[in-house]
């Protein structure tokens, strides 16, 4: 096992400069002046340049590699015009947000999509049956911004049961931080008013961002039930006389249980694309909005330090997922 | 023989030259056929080429697709003369969302294609030659499925501009990693053959051994990657028109479409409403079809 | 951090998750807090290194200034400065300031510290400083006793009241207490404030939101009864107008900027709305390239200006908007009209046969700010405008610093870009040296005019103390820009804001930039 993980993190740790590469790759393919744009608006023409001697844009690429590695390594991403902070700061600062919603959304997919996927096996057939297929198929063709924005219209604007976006109503006090995610910190401070408004805020961005994840879950959950109702040793427990639904919860429950996560290991990271447009509708201040607002406004740093935020953490949450597979499946131990 | 009239000679000797190839299309349409799913699919995605070969011709207001201006008629709901209503400038939005079938046609084409001439090749060899060439290659894939694919296409489009040839570029670079994982466990699965070890001891060049034996094995895997991926190809796109790194106006293209319709909700929103739908369709078509693919060329893999 | 900032007390306040409309405001205690929305966030709250119209709405209420603007049309009221004189050179003035006015941590604002601000200003050399720059060296401002401050200009300048309202008086103390080593204080002053103002902060976060709290004993007093005076105010930061909407409409704001014409229209017809609408100062216009490319040549640029449709201007703004019928705007001193060119296809194409293009058969790029619909809709009525002259019009929407980036130098600049540029105060200097070759680099100068005549006359003004000679200048300047058509000119659209009907003191001053509104007299009424 410790072999496993060993390896694994050295692979991570590969992954990660190859990925640190690609960044510096784009960075410096950029059309507009970069110390131009560091230096902003009001910027005269002596101070583009000092900027330039300041950030090392006039020396050659592979000393500014160097430079660009051993800035990552002292955690200095640069900083951001638009919000005037260190990037670091303000990713530290978003980060809790987006992995809130990453973690409901994956929270809700599974919890209602694998029981989902699992009856829709029992029921083969049925409407029910149908519905979900339907519902798997769809899932993932849905253009997330578009049934983001119709749900705001339904919910939120004609119906008002729900806020329309943000985290956390205008004049509501934040509860103390503990880990950032506000619904998670006002339930560990007991405000219930608090997790009540945070809860109404995280309903439609945790849905909408839930939406494909849900919908491979459906599928590869039904599928494996499938095979797994129709294997031999389930219909050896069934004649011996073990009652359908322990039939059903032991034995076929488990052997669902790695393919669905390795299916959440996958969409997990188009879940991580996802937030950039489902956090732009609901103006859910995380790591997606902040990009996009960065990148929309030509304001590079933040871009950078976001796509390596997310890149670190999808490669983390593969290792975890490959951590879990082989301390689950005996088979894969040792590989 | 039976007599048959004038097609006589010619066309016979067609069907028993293509006998095998023939009957075995036939299955193919047949088994196609019998998933209702996949039939869906293959009606959405051919409703979807025909808007993009002949859109243009059959809309009915054709200067509203460059962008003409008709402030009077702006902001009208849908109606017997605008079925989807209008935009800002009075433009109709059935017009204009029919156009951008062709754009998104493209696209998807473009990103699709670029990804599989970079991929193929590059998971063939991986896969045929192994070792070394391997290593290299299916590590330098794996940074790049280490970040999703959204982030990095955001992050490139933002280093070269906004703009649909730079969104179609970076979706390429995003989507080539796919390919060459998929051709890569055909490929290796196939090296072992017992034909093409056959045709190594007879002396065959590596180039005859893929030319004839890898790649047109690799096809149908291929291809129903392909017509799924067309799908997930366009979303992308438009999801960064919605972000506001698409085509720029008046192209009617539908991601950007619906970012300009969000400042229009709820009042007017007819607007966002049917571009959104059309990519739905398009989506969930390619997708159908896609499915409907593989379950027919290759049903080990059957999914239910 | 600034989450730790967050945890100042709450005492009392009603949190929002009550979802029903009619409970329209905010709270604490039994005074009303005021939300006010807008898209523009406040990255660097310092005086002296930043201004835009959300980042001088916030400063207004934490800062107090010698002066005041005040009244449509602006008139400059005494505010820290009881009363001021001016030598018969125009070089010295003199201000005598109020004796009451203090600093919120108790520190009495006396000249030192208006001197202090005014040399940290200067020094900077950053946001406000090109105003007084040129006139004003460092060193020339002197404390003359602890209520008197005296400025000597390097030469006459008729106009330098006029830009004295919008630099403001930091405490020097705190700032230099707070400095870290040569910084004079400006990364602290980025997010917090060392001000008089009848505000102070409350949680601060430049991004999102941004409350205040009222000062009860601010020294000038509160222009509303004791008893309606609001708790606070808070500034919403959202970005799109869409959410900002629904945020009014459900009543978790009270008043909203920078809503589309579209939406205000939808919004007059609701009860429960009020919708205001000013004439606004701040021309539009789209600003050609005079040195670079087909629009080097005045007659391409005539034909360009005789192609454009003005109606659609009033149009896309639903009527209310002003089509430009001089080259300054309506607020200036010594404007004058002229005769301004009108959409006429003829003469379009008599004055691009002059051109060595007749035929059209080009592309020109249009620069505009990203994410403004407004400007981009005008984008489109100009392609299609320059349709028939078979001129192609490309596109390109980007954030405003990437915008004024490319604009600073000719070689650059776009074919057409378009700006908004506002008159910040009534001079006529201000808004002719927008003309004249020292506009270069700024974004107001996008068009790279040089031109020797206008020029000579603009340094001419500038220091001119015969009132009528120095208009009938300004007049000719006028005249000459028409000529020349270094932009095309479009309007002045009104200022519009959409507020809820229990918001009272609601002021317009048309010197306010883009979405900014004065806060301090804002109150809700009771019911």
Redesign the interface.
């Known amino acids: 096992m410790l072999r496993l993980l060993a390896r694994r993190i050295a692979y991570v740790a590969l992954m990660l400069g190859g990925l640190v590469l690609i960044t510096f790759v784009i960075s410096n393919v950029t059309p507009a002046d970069p110390a131009a744009l560091a230096a902003g608006p009001d910027a005269t023409p002596d101070m583009v340049a000092t900027l330039r001697q300041e950030y090392g844009l006039d020396r050659p690429l592979p000393e500014q590699f160097v430079r660009y590695v051993g800035d990552l390594l002292h955690f200095r991403l640069g900083r951001s015009i638009q919000s005037g902070n260190e990037v670091t700061d303000d990713l530290a600062r978003y980060l809790p947000a987006t992995l809130e919603l990453v973690l409901l959304a994956m929270g809700f997919a599974c919890v209602v999509g694998i029981p989902l996927g699992v009856l829709s096996a029992v029921r083969r057939h049925s409407w029910f049956d149908h519905a979900i297929r339907v519902l798997a198929v769809s899932g993932v063709a849905l253009p997330a911004f578009w049934i983001a924005l119709l749900l705001q219209l339904v919910l939120a604007v004609w119906m008002g049961w729900l806020p329309t976006g943000g985290q956390l109503s205008i004049a509501a006090d934040p509860p103390p931080v503990v880990t950032g995610m506000v619904l998670l910190d006002a339930l560990l401070a007991g405000e219930w008013a608090t997790v009540s408004d945070a809860a109404a805020h995280a309903v439609m961005p945790a849905f909408v961002l839930s939406l494909p994840c849900l919908a491979s879950v459906l599928r590869v959950n039904r599928a494996e039930m499938i095979e797994v109702l129709g294997s031999d040793h389930v219909t050896a427990a069934r004649a011996h006389g073990v009652a359908p639904g322990r039939v059903v919860g032991l034995l076929a429950l488990k052997n669902a249980m790695l393919p669905t996560m390795a299916m959440i290991g996958l969409r997990f990271g188009w879940m991580l694309g996802s937030t950039v447009l489902v956090e732009t509708v609901f103006d859910w201040p995380g790591l997606g909005l902040y990009a996009v607002s960065s990148a929309i406004a030509s304001d590079f740093k933040p871009v950078m330090g976001v796509t390596l935020c997310i890149g670190l953490l999808f490669m983390l949450a593969n290792l975890l997922v490959d951590l879990a597979y082989g301390w689950l499946d005996p088979r894969t131990r040792g590989a | 023989m039976s007599a048959t009239a004038a097609p006589g000679p010619r066309l016979a000797r067609f069907r028993a030259e293509y006998a095998g190839v023939l009957r075995q299309g036939r299955f193919f349409a047949w088994t196609f056929a019998r998933s209702p799913s996949a039939l869906l699919g293959l009606a959405l995605v051919a409703a979807f080429l025909l808007l993009a070969a002949i859109g243009p011709w059959i809309v009915p207001y054709p200067e509203d697709a460059r962008g003409a201006v008709h402030l009077a008629n702006r902001l009208q709901p849908p109606s017997a003369s605008h079925l989807f209503g209008t935009d800002e400038m009075g433009n109709d939005i059935l017009t204009r969302v029919i156009t951008g079938t062709r754009t998104s046609f493209w696209i998807g084409l473009t990103i699709t294609g670029l990804a599989a001439l970079v991929g193929v090749p590059l998971g063939i060899m991986a896969g045929y030659f192994g070792g070394r060439v391997r290593s290299v290659i299916m590590r330098v894939t794996d940074v790049f499925l280490a970040v999703p694919g959204l982030v990095l296409a955001l992050a490139i489009v933002a280093s070269l501009g906004p703009g649909i040839l730079h969104g179609v570029l970076a979706l390429a670079v995003v989507w080539w990693p796919g390919y060459v994982r998929l051709i890569e466990a055909k490929a290796l699965t196939l090296r072992s053959e017992a034909y093409v070890e056959a045709a190594r001891t007879m002396g065959a060049s590596h180039r005859w051994i893929l030319w004839h034996h890898i790649l047109p094995n690799c096809v149908s895997p291929l291809v129903v990657k392909a017509s799924m991926d067309m799908g997930m190809a366009i979303l992308a796109a438009a999801s960064l028109g919605f972000v506001g790194l698409g085509a720029k106006p008046p192209a009617p293209e539908w991601g950007a479409m619906i970012s300009v319709g969000r400042t229009f909700m709820p009042d007017w929103w007819w607007y966002p409403a049917f571009p959104g739908l059309f990519i739905f369709l398009t989506v969930l078509g390619f997708n159908l079809f896609g499915d409907g693919l593989r379950d027919t060329l290759d049903p080990r893999s059957a999914r239910g | ?4 900032n ?2 100042l007390g ?1 005492s009392g ?1 009603v ?3 009550s ?1 029903d ?1 009619a409970f329209g405001f ?1 709270r604490e205690g039994n005074r009303r ?1 005021l ?1 006010f929305s807008g898209n523009q ?1 406040v ?2 709250l310092d005086p002296h290194q930043r201004y835009d119209w959300s980042t001088r709405m916030m400063q207004r209420c934490l800062y107090d200034a010698l002066v005041r603007y005040e009244g449509s049309p602006a008139k400059v009221i005494p505010w820290l400065a009881e009363r001021w004189e001016t030598s018969e050179d125009g070089r010295t003035w003199t201000f005598h300031l109020v004796g009451n006015a203090k600093f919120h941590n108790g520190d009495p604002l006396d000249a030192e510290a208006v001197r202090y601000s005014f040399e940290r200003g200067l020094k900077l050399n ?2 406000i400083s090109w105003m007084l720059s040129k006139h004003l060296r460092p060193g020339s401002v002197a404390a003359v006793d602890a209520r008197t401050v005296r400025f000597t200009l390097e030469q006459p300048y008729p106009d330098f009241l006029s830009f004295l309202p919008l630099w403001f008086v930091v405490n020097p103390r705190q700032v230099v207490a707070n400095a870290e080593g040569e910084d004079e204080g400006q990364k602290w002053l ?1 997010n917090a404030e060392a001000g008089s103002g009848p505000f102070r902060i409350k949680r601060w976060d ?4 941004m ?1 205040l709290e009222a000062v009860p004993d601010y020294w000038k007093g509160w222009p509303m009864a004791e008893a309606d005076r609001p708790a606070g105010v ?1 500034y ?1 930061v ?6 900002r909407k ?2 009014l ?2 009543g ?2 009270d008043v909203a900027a920078g809503l ?1 014409p ?2 205000l229209e ?1 919004l007059e017809k609701m009860p429960g709305m009020v919708v205001t609408n000013d004439p606004g100062a701040a021309p539009f216009s789209i600003m050609l390239n005079t040195q670079k490319g087909p629009t080097a040549d005045v007659n391409f640029r005539k034909a360009l200006a005789h192609a454009f ?1 003005y109606e ?1 201007l009033i ?2 703004h639903k009527g209310d908007a002003q089509l430009m019928d001089g080259p300054f705007p309506p607020v200036t001193a010594g404007r004058i009209a002229c005769d301004m060119p009108r959409q006429n296809l003829e003469l379009a194409r008599q004055y691009l046969a002059k051109t060595p293009t007749p035929e059209g058969g080009i592309e020109l790029e249009f620069l505009h700010i ?2 403004h ?1 407004v400007q ?2 005008i ?3 100009l ?3 320059l349709r028939p002259l078979n001129i192609k019009v ?9 915008l ?2 490319r604009g600073a130098s000719p070689e650059t600049a776009a074919a057409m870009t378009a700006v908004y540029v506002t008159p910040v105060t009534t001079s006529p200097d201000t808004v002719a040296s927008q003309y004249a070759s020292s506009a270069a ?1 700024q ?1 107001w100068g996008i068009h790279h005019l040089r031109d020797a005549e206008i020029d000579r006359m603009v340094a001419e003004a500038a220091v001119e103390l015969d009132q009528a000679k120095r208009m009938a200048t300004y007049a000719a300047i006028q005249r000459r820009i028409v000529d020349l058509q270094p932009v095309i000119f479009g309007m002045t659209a009104n200022q519009r804001w959409a507020l809820r009907p229990y918001v009272k003191g609601f002021a317009h001053q048309p010197l306010n930039l883009t979405g900014e509104v004065d806060l301090f007299p804002l109150f809700a009424a009771r019911a």
């Not at chain 3, 951090?1 to 730790?4: A, F, I, K």
């Not at chain 3, 430049?206 to 939101?209: E, I, K, P, Y």
């Not at chain 3, 490309?394 to 990437?402: F, I, R």
């Open positions: 951090m600034h989450r730790r967050f945890l709450a306040l949190a929002a998750s979802l409309p905010e807090i939300v966030p990255p660097i950053k946001g980025t430049g991004q999102t939101v409350s808070i919403r959202m970005r799109e107008s869409a959410p629904a945020a409409q459900r978790e704001v589309t579209d939406d939808q449709d659609a149009t896309i990203a994410g619909e981009r809709q984008g489109l009525v392609l299609a405008a490309n596109l390109v929407a980007q954030p405003w610093p990437t004024i980036g680099g974004f």
